[in-house]
């Protein structure tokens, strides 16, 4: 290899470089298609804008959070009645006996609205009249990683776009420094960190522009987001300067539309550098919000990540994921769901107050919920196992009725009752809020339309404003 | 067809029996299923493939252990008073807490690279760890625990210093403690596993000897034996890797009894060199003991947990010293009289009598450590994994997929229906029939949907463009009758000398045609008439794969080791990137030399998590079965190429072979174009990259920027006589180039 090499001028390569004639520009739709969406105009006006999903991994039981069921608690310790669980699908506690196992914990009224919830929620309780909780949710995914599935993306089957892949491909981003769909993990207390596979936030069909990024509360933010050590941003920015302008001569002589979108992605990422570092640090936010929310700069909690997700919102992300880990609680239900109350409850009342605060409410819907619930039942004695047919969702904001308790679950906090609420109408709704409908929104796949609710999904009318 | 495993196929004519008769092929296979004690077993069936050479030292080490072995129990065996003695010695030294383990308070704790030590004697100190799978959050005082925070090195060694007062000493003890906030296994502060690889101590500066190591033995691969700590080989050592939720003890028996006056202070060195980063203990105690010997400590907290239900114990209390130096069902059986033992009880003491005597010890640590050479060198013979066959589970058609619906049809073998029948007159069609049938002159299918595949990694587009499918659902091929030549050729080659299913042939074939050799560049009338290319009047242009994306930055800049085969590798990987994984907890460790620097297709595959370099370019996660790749384009790209220490590392060594192979600076340009593009720079692009070299070479030899930190990237050594702010400006145009649009397109 060498003065040969340099010599051989007349390589296919420069051949083709120099010697064909030269092109018109070519379109730039595949880079507009990045911040425009599909949806446009909108199916509605939309009453949300963008949503940031409070998502408590794991299945929190409703029993100490959100649905009170006085008579579990009088029936504890005595046969669960076979009329509720014959032939139904149970996890952990197959072939053992079922006992009713009452709320470890009591509940109270909060706000003018009167909702109840269980007491180790007060800050929650504090904005309950701006809060609806949906009593009646329900699931078909008895394990976590299928229910997760099932919650993000509308279906069992791998493979399909979760729901912030979705919105962002239908809406398009409003920010070109962030991406538009992001994903926070908060580090906690816990003893049954489920793993959540980054499938959970992948574009599935869809191009994977529109997949969740997600940021790392140890390490870089982003991956990669640090210029080299010994270089500095001024020298970042002439590096990706030069790239950029070779990329354009490259361009301007094969008129390739995949150079354009390279170019645009390089001014993305400088822009990224410089913006997300000092995005995700929160230590500069006054002191009075840190103590709002419970935050410590650098500390990953759950609390600096509903701050960080507030941030985001106010860039314009469109679909903010946050996932708070263990509330698998198979074991010590009454320990451990008091460790997650102290680790959700500050944060989650004070994200809402913030927006509301920012006037932000109106227009981003917040959703607190898991991927589904625990039994009545109690497994060990002391823990109660994975439960599909009855949970609780918390919305708020982003066109949702303020206290509002809707639908619920039996006597016994069983199975839900009145206006039951599968994944797929959560879908729908969300989606109506943001002025989609969702049978509107698909994508050509294997010979059928598929679209994030399936073959399902009624938007609940009953909870919008 | 896998629509078909809830029903028929509405648009492909695979029925739900087709599903199920495909199944039914592999029901003669063995599944293991999850195994929850993950490890040795959890891979099911394992073949060894020694080489001759190493079946016979494998012999050898065998015959040797057998015969230690026999000798050491036949001398048990042939002194039952000897045994009586040792037994009564045993209980009577027990029940005295004779054989405790002495938790020590260290005076000091220092560490070699930087780790910070601190030292909890008095002090208050929070823990969170596992009992019975459920966390137990607690704050009590330390009683000597050492905890390692702070800097976090590969390799670190601790230097604890305590004084143990007057006595005299049989065996230090090592008690590793979990804590949730240990990202390795909750025991270690990186990697998934700790490994202490030597261990040393000396009284007031005499060095003391280590005879015999014993450990929990829990969680303990073969190739980390408790022996290895103490075997003078820095690498080697024990460690503890998989099972979680436990605490880990190890024991080391001293040569001579160690004896200690009033002042004298003893030093423990911890030591942990081993090629896995960070695998370095983050919580620990230090314990001596004066028995004759005391047992390690149970690492299973669980046990624990029951024991204190058992005694009313709190927890708390039981943190430390259980058993007191003598495992639980040893005791119950030395409690026993000779005559009321079962057979299980008397081995246990026999064996227990081996391992403690004074007069055995010499045979016992033969044979301990013939134990160790022989499981650390069947751990380093590589195996294969293989399912095993067995009388096949009954197939049934499972009427909308339900698994708990036991009342479908029985199927036997068969392929789909519509495709014809296996020849298998008067027998069940096996896996075998099918393999055959697979690559029969009568299945055309086949051959074109390799062909099919394999044209997509030469023009970017597979002449049917759903390369998993082709069927109705996939797209009529553009060019039916050359997919059909093609397969036919592959199958039936009709040129002289070939053989059937050659790969080589077919690449062959299709990279001397005239279509493969046409030019990328379209002209205008072929932009407008064909945008996506599909007539072939041109070739394509396209973004490489992930993995040759890594390879080609590796190869030009001279750090590919592009050897063939062997185990997977770990490249670099962001800190922290498993975080969201767990059972166990674990952290990345990367490779050493030369993996580092394989080819991409060796990197480790972690399902789930992605190698992030290859995941960025849309490498799929290997969660499904995943034929085809669309090429994104994203800002994350961007930051890879960029910033990725391996793309970092490859600018700096490509820079070092510009500067090596030429003198000035344009013709270094010249080469660089010539070796990455294959083509030499316009005027234009010279101006930019020299006004780029120029702006930083003047940057780093001001000292706005730091040269040496810009070319510390990597693991890949430094030649010494460079110019450093030269070459640091040279990597700064050799990462432009890593990063050209050109650099990872195919045109």
Not at chain 1, 277 to 292: F, G, H, I, T, Y
Request: one cysteine or more; a neutral charge; proline letters at 5%.
């Amino acid at each position: 290899m060498h003065s040969s090499d340099e010599k051989n001028l007349l390589c296919r390569r420069a051949f083709l470089r120099y010697g064909t004639s030269a092109l018109g520009m070519l379109g730039l739709n595949s880079l507009l298609a990045q911040t425009r969406g599909v949806v446009s105009p909108l199916h509605h006006p939309a009453k949300a804008k963008r949503v940031i999903f409070l998502y408590q991994a794991g299945g929190p039981s409703h029993i100490e959070t959100f649905d009170h069921k006085p008579k579990l608690a009088e029936m504890h310790g005595k046969p669960m009645p076979e009329s509720f669980t014959k032939g139904q699908q149970i996890a952990q506690l197959q072939n053992s006996q079922l006992l009713c196992f009452g709320p470890q914990y009591d509940f109270q009224k909060f706000g003018k609205s009167g909702q109840e919830m269980c007491n180790l929620f007060p800050h929650i309780g504090s904005v309950a009249d701006d809060i609806c909780i949906v009593r009646s949710m329900w699931t078909e995914q008895i394990n976590h990683d299928p229910a997760h599935t099932l919650m993000n993306t509308g279906s069992i089957i791998t493979g399909r776009p979760s729901m912030g892949s979705w919105i962002l491909y239908g809406l398009g981003a409003e920010t070109e420094n962030l991406p538009g769909f992001v994903v926070l993990m908060s580090a906690g207390k816990g003893g049954q960190m489920q793993p959540i596979a980054a499938r959970q936030w992948s574009a599935g069909l869809l191009p994977s522009r529109f997949q969740g990024v997600k940021f790392n509360s140890i390490g870089d933010p982003v991956l990669h987001i640090k210029t080299p050590p010994g270089l500095t941003p001024a020298m970042q920015k002439d590096e990706i300067a030069a790239i950029n302008a070779l990329n354009r001569l490259e361009d301007r002589a094969v008129h390739d539309p995949e150079i354009q979108t390279r170019i645009a992605q390089y001014e993305m990422a400088f822009r990224m550098q410089s913006s997300v570092p000092d995005l995700v640090d929160v230590s500069k936010e006054p002191q009075s919000v840190l103590e709002m929310y419970g935050a410590k700069p650098g500390d990953g909690s759950f609390a600096s990540n509903c701050l960080l997700a507030r941030k985001l919102a106010e860039r314009g992300v469109r679909f903010i994921q946050l996932y708070h880990r263990d509330w698998d609680h198979h074991s010590g239900v009454k320990a451990n769901i008091a460790i997650k109350a102290c680790e959700t409850d500050q944060a989650t009342a004070a994200l809402i107050r913030d927006l509301k605060q920012r006037g932000m409410l109106d227009d981003t819907l917040v959703v607190w919920g898991g991927e589904f619930g625990r039994t009545p039942m109690s497994q060990g004695g002391d823990g109660r196992d994975h439960h599909i047919k009855g949970f609780s969702f918390l919305l708020a904001g982003g066109g949702i009725k303020g206290g509002l308790s809707y639908g619920s679950t039996d006597e016994l906090g069983y199975a839900a009752e009145e206006n039951p609420v599968a994944v797929p109408d959560f879908h729908a709704t969300m989606l109506h809020l943001l002025g989609i409908d969702h049978e509107r929104l698909t994508v050509k796949f294997s010979g059928m339309d598929a679209r994030l609710t399936g073959v399902g999904g009624h938007v609940v009318k009953g909870i919008i404003a | 067809m896998g629509c078909a495993e809830c029903h028929n196929h509405r648009f492909d004519p695979f029925t739900a029996k087709d599903f199920y008769s495909m199944k039914a092929f592999f029901a003669d296979i063995r599944e293991t299923g999850l195994i929850q004690d993950r490890g040795a077993k959890a891979w099911g069936s394992k073949l060894l493939l020694p080489t001759d050479e190493q079946s016979q030292r494998l012999q050898g080490l065998d015959d040797q252990r057998e015969a230690a072995r026999a000798a050491l129990m036949k001398k048990a065996e042939a002194a039952p008073e000897q045994r009586w003695a040792w037994e009564n010695r045993t209980l009577a030294a027990y029940k005295a807490g004779g054989l405790a383990w002495r938790y020590q308070k260290p005076d000091a704790a220092s560490s070699s690279n930087g780790a910070k030590l601190t030292i909890y004697n008095d002090e208050p100190v929070d823990s969170n760890y596992y009992l019975n799978g459920s966390l137990a959050s607690e704050r009590k005082t330390g009683d000597g625990l050492v905890v390692a925070s702070g800097p976090d090195p590969d390799n670190e060694t601790y230097a604890i210093q305590f004084k143990p007062g007057e006595g005299d000493w049989t065996a230090l003890g090592v008690d590793i403690l979990q804590d949730e906030s240990l990202p390795g296994n909750r025991l270690s502060r990186g990697a998934d596993r700790f490994v202490l690889t030597e261990v040393d101590a000396a009284v007031s500066g005499r060095p003391a000897t280590f005879v015999l190591a014993t450990s929990t033995g829990f969680g303990q691969p073969p190739e980390h034996p408790a022996m290895a700590a103490i075997d003078g080989d820095a690498k080697t050592g024990w460690g503890v890797a998989f099972g979680e939720h436990r605490n880990a003890f190890l024991a080391l028996r001293f040569k001579q009894k160690l004896h200690t006056s009033a002042q004298d202070i003893v030093t423990v060195r911890l030591h942990h060199d081993s090629d896995f980063r960070r695998a370095t203990i983050g919580r620990f105690r230090l314990a001596l003991s004066s028995g004759e010997h005391s047992w390690p400590e149970t690492g299973d907290s669980g046990r624990k947990n029951k024991i204190a239900q058992q005694t009313k114990a709190t927890t708390a209390t039981l943190n430390i010293a259980t058993d007191r130096g003598l495992a639980p069902e040893v005791l119950m059986a030395l409690e026993r009289d000779e005559e009321d033992r079962t057979d299980a009880q008397k081995k246990l003491v026999l064996e227990q009598y081996a391992w403690a005597a004074p007069e055995l010890e010499p045979l016992a640590v033969r044979v301990a450590q013939l134990d160790t050479s022989r499981d650390m060198f069947e751990a380093s013979i590589p195996r294969v994994i293989y399912t095993e066959r067995m009388k096949p589970r009954t197939t049934r058609i499972l009427s909308r997929g339900n698994f708990l619906d036991d009342s479908g049809e029985i199927v036997q073998p068969s392929i789909p229906a519509f495709l014809g029948k296996l020849d298998t007159p008067g027998r069940a069609a096996t896996r075998l029939d099918l393999a055959n049938w697979l690559v029969s002159r009568s299945n055309p299918l086949t051959a074109r949907a390799q062909v099919n595949r394999v044209w997509r990694q030469f023009f970017g587009t597979g002449l049917s463009k759903v390369l998993e499918d082709l069927g109705s659902q996939g797209e009529w091929p553009s060019h039916p009758e050359l997919l059909d030549w093609l397969a036919a050729e592959f199958m039936e080659p009709q040129s002289p000398g070939e053989h059937a299913w050659n790969t080589r042939h077919l690449i062959r074939t299709i990279v001397t045609s005239h279509a493969y050799r046409q030019a990328s560049l379209p002209t205008r009338e072929m932009e407008e008439r064909d945008p996506d290319n599909r007539l072939l009047a041109r070739q394509s242009r396209f973004r490489v794969d992930a993995e040759v994306i890594h390879d080609v930055a590796l190869a030009v800049s001279g750090l590919l080791v592009d050897h063939f085969g062997g185990p997977s590798v770990k490249p670099y990987e962001p800190e922290g990137y498993l975080a969201a994984m767990n059972f166990p907890k674990r952290e990345y460790s990367a490779s050493h030399g030369e993996s580092l620097y394989r080819r991409a297709l060796y990197t480790q595959w972690q399902r789930t998590f992605l190698h992030p370099t290859l995941a960025a370019f849309d490498a799929p996660t290997r969660e499904e079965c995943a034929v085809n790749r669309v090429n994104s384009n994203t800002p994350l790209q961007a930051l890879v190429l960029l910033n990725d220490p391996i793309f970092v590392e490859a600018s700096r060594a490509l820079a070092q072979r510009m500067v090596e192979s030429r003198k000035d600076f344009d013709e270094r340009l010249g080469w660089v174009f010539s070796t990455t593009l294959n083509r030499q720079p316009s005027k234009e692009e010279r101006a930019i990259l020299s006004a780029l070299y120029k702006k930083n070479l003047a940057r780093f030899r001001s000292g706005e920027a730091d040269a040496a930190k810009l070319l510390s990237a990597g693991d890949s050594p430094l030649p010494s006589s460079v110019d450093k702010t030269e070459l640091a400006a040279t990597a700064t145009v050799a990462r432009a180039i890593l990063n050209l649009h050109e650099t990872i397109t195919r045109d």
